[in-house]
Structures are given as structure tokens and as C-alpha cells.
């Protein structure tokens, strides 16, 4: 088990920044990859980012080149840093950890953090 607590969220203007911050209760290095996730009104959770124990990282195509995810192993806390922010990414931003067994997946969420842009 594991605790996730996202911060950051807020109201923006399009073009603008954020940056988003999930905290863990336990060593995120034990789990195989820690992520975030979006969901807006009327939608379907999707994945935003995604970074491996070993710091491989992944990305939406409709983030790349705006976003970028990273990991601070020793505060257990992974972040979202988000420029050039557009409407559409309005959503509750999600962390998620993830954890590989044998053949049995593992994921945790944490509550969601509310971002807003504005036109």
C-alpha cells in the first residue's frame, strides 16, 4: 500500500505553467513506474506521463514537448512540470504508482488535483 498526495492544481491562463507535485508515503523505487493521469468532465482517464524506476519516461502525443515528468527518489516525490498550457488540458491530474508482481499489475491513485486554463 502507499499513499499518493497530489499538489500544484490550480487556475491558469492558456500559455501558462504549472507544476504539479505527488507525494508518496513509501519508496517510489520499489514500484516499476509512477505516472500521472488525467480526467476531464465527461471523459475517460488517460495517461498524461510515465516514468520508470530506472527514469525511462513516456508521454502522450499531446503533451510531448510541453511537459515533462521527473522523480526525486530521496523526498519519494515525483513531478509534472507543465508549460504552454492550452484549454484543453483542463482535468484532474492523477498520480499513479504501479507495480508488477509475476504477472499481476498493481495500481495505486492518489485523490487528483484540479487544473484549470482559462482562454
Known amino acids: 500500500q502507499v499513499q499518493l498526495v497530489e499538489s500544484g492544481g490550480g487556475l491558469v491562463q492558456?500559455?501558462?505553467?504549472?507544476?504539479?507535485?505527488?507525494?508518496?508515503?513509501?519508496?517510489?523505487?520499489?514500484?516499476?513506474?509512477?505516472?500521472?493521469?488525467?480526467?476531464?468532465?465527461?471523459?475517460?482517464?488517460?495517461?498524461?506521463?510515465?516514468?520508470?524506476n530506472g527514469g525511462t519516461t513516456n508521454y502522450a502525443d499531446f503533451v510531448k514537448g510541453r511537459f515533462?515528468?521527473?522523480r526525486d527518489n530521496a523526498k519519494n516525490t515525483v513531478y509534472l512540470q507543465m508549460n504552454s498550457l492550452k484549454p484543453e488540458d483542463t482535468a484532474v491530474y492523477h498520480c499513479n504508482a504501479h507495480r508488477r508482481i509475476i504477472t499481476t499489475d498493481y495500481n495505486y491513485w492518489g485523490q487528483g488535483t484540479q487544473v484549470t486554463v482559462s482562454s
Not at 15 to 30: P, T, Y
Not at 46 to 52: M, Q, R
Open 14 to 52: 492558456a500559455g501558462g505553467s504549472l507544476r504539479l507535485s505527488c507525494a508518496a508515503s513509501r519508496n517510489i523505487f520499489s514500484f516499476n513506474a509512477m505516472g500521472w493521469y488525467r480526467q476531464a468532465p465527461g471523459k475517460q482517464r488517460e495517461l498524461v506521463a510515465s516514468i520508470s
Open 68 to 70: 515533462t515528468i521527473s
